[in-house]
């Protein structure tokens, strides 16, 4: 009986431990990154803004589904599902969105043309306030690495 109270009291301090370190990290995480892509920004614009056709060339996402207009979801391969609202789209210059779901955030590609090249400025900011969200989102999501991959599979789609 007194192992088992002890093994209790172990995994309850543990788990105490574990919360208060989950309530010390920041709730929002931000990346700002800038890649230049051999491709008119034409084409890499409409890549990046043809929501339902991302299911093709990224690997992390298993299917998008457009609610409206204005709002479509992502449905990754692995993890929860994140809506995005579109807030601003100026066409070969800018796409600006809110994300929510299971987080709330904050998307801005910003596009310029260099002679047929075409240079993206990514801005995102990631908000969890819950915290087992931010525990899991630090052990397992790495937002800079998740950023660098969406960047490298859309070098790949428009180069090719």
Avoid: C
């Avoid at 449905?75 to 066409?91: H, K, M, Q």
């Avoid at 052990?139 to 789609?157: N, T």
Wanted: charged share 25%; hydrophobic share 45%; net charge negative.
């Amino acid at each position: 009986m007194k192992t088992l109270i002890i093994v209790v009291l172990s995994v309850v301090v543990l788990l105490a431990l574990v919360f208060v370190w989950g309530a010390t990290l920041p709730t929002t995480k931000s990346v700002s990154k800038t890649i230049q892509i051999n491709a008119p920004v034409e084409i890499v614009w409409e890549t990046m803004s043809d929501w339902k056709g991302q299911e093709k060339w990224r690997s992390d996402v298993k299917s998008v589904e457009i609610l409206d207009e204005r709002s479509f979801k992502e449905i990754p391969t692995n993890g929860p599902a994140v809506e995005f609202e579109i807030v601003r789209l100026e066409t070969n210059k800018i796409i600006e969105l809110k994300m929510s779901g299971p987080f709330k955030g904050h998307y801005l590609a910003e596009f310029s043309d260099n002679n047929g090249a075409t240079t993206i400025n990514i801005s995102e900011t990631i908000i969890q306030e819950s915290i087992i969200g931010r525990i899991l989102s630090r052990l397992f999501f790495d937002l800079e690495e998740f950023v660098a991959a969406y960047f490298g599979q859309l070098k790949l789609e428009v180069e090719r």
